[in-house]
């Protein structure tokens, strides 16, 4: 008996999901860093590449776009075709703060799509070397008696060692100067060179110029202190507490990316995240792996939303903006 038409049409059409499923990806993927080589996001997207290539069959290119705090990155993506090709790394600044900063011609959760969630990363208080302040008590002291010429460095406004550094001078009391950079790594070489006198900045970016005594850590920014760090005392041991913050990342896709896709990009994070290399180098630099159930998809989106919900509020309140 003769299939009728539309049963031959519904039939091809799964049969060529089913092969667009199995095929994916036949080309290399590209990993949109949105800020400078060299910074915390780019060291995060760089060492769990390898891990997901091999598990993709396809190389992950990773690709720096930098510019306006990260948001001409995430745009890239947003407005990447939706075929799986291109996926937006970034962290709890670029993906939550940027929508209160600036006048985005996308939307953070209506245009992007949840990958999967990395993990979260500490801020700490750091400083040169020159500054004679021996602990958190003493740097406070000094920074408030020399606010007026103590600069700050920051990867733009809005990013997260921006909203750190607003947040921490608010905690303290003082007035301090902003230097704002195109990334993070350009503003942890001039706090090694001297020229700028402090960071509040992410443990994957600082711990590496601790441990090789290029810069001074005072404090980190969490409740208990971290296993990469065990000797430096948390905010509230160390005399400002309750200043809390932690950095998240994730990865995101175009909206209207196959759910195929996106689903083996969720898999090829989570094997990226299981592997014991990756897992050691994240920990060293201080990023807490998030437990494998918030690795969903699902569990970015929720979690994504209810920082928007969070953070904005707080952002306009305190008027950061864009200068």
């Known amino acids: 008996m003769r299939r009728p038409i ?41 060492i769990l590449s390898a891990p997901m290539a091999k598990s993709l069959g396809q190389t992950v290119v990773v690709d720096n776009t930098v510019g306006a705090g990260g948001s001409l990155g995430v745009g890239r993506v947003a407005r990447a075709a939706p075929d799986g090709y291109t996926v937006s790394i970034g962290h709890w600044s670029t993906h939550v703060v940027n929508g209160a900063v600036y006048a985005l011609n996308y939307d953070l959760l209506k245009d992007l799509e949840p990958v999967a969630m990395i993990g979260g990363n500490s801020m700490l208080v750091v400083s040169k070397t020159a500054v004679p302040a021996k602990n958190l008590g003493e740097l406070i002291a000094w920074v408030k008696a020399n606010q007026a010429k103590v600069n700050v460095g920051t990867a733009g406004p809005g990013s997260g060692t921006h909203v750190s550094g607003v947040y921490f001078q608010n905690a303290i009391g003082a007035k301090l100067q902003f230097i704002p950079y195109k990334g993070t790594g350009p503003a942890m070489q001039d706090l090694i060179g001297g020229r700028i006198d402090l960071i509040v900045d992410q443990m994957s970016n600082s711990m ?60 090829a994070v989570v094997t990226a995240l299981a592997d014991e290399s990756a897992r050691k180098r994240l920990g060293d630099l201080g990023l807490e792996i998030v437990p494998r159930e918030q690795q969903t998809r699902e569990a970015l989106a929720a979690h994504h939303r209810a920082e928007v919900e969070k953070w904005w509020p707080m952002i306009r309140a305190a008027g950061i903006k864009v200068e």
Not at 14 to 34: D, F, K, N
Not at 228 to 251: C, K, N, Q, R
């Open 208 to 267: 590496p110029q601790v441990r090789g005594g290029k810069i001074r850590a005072y404090a980190i920014t969490a409740k208990t202190r971290s296993p990469a760090a065990p000797d430096i005392p948390t905010v509230d041991e160390a005399g400002l507490a309750g200043f809390h913050m932690s950095i998240w990342y994730g990865t995101w896709v175009p909206r209207g990316t196959p759910k195929d896709a996106a689903t083996k990009l969720n898999g």
């Open 6 to 46: 539309h049963s031959v049409a519904l039939v091809a059409a799964l049969a060529a999901a089913s092969a667009s499923a199995q095929t994916y990806p036949t080309r290399p993927i590209t990993m949109v860093v949105p800020f400078a080589a060299g910074g915390p996001v780019d060291t995060v997207a760089r």
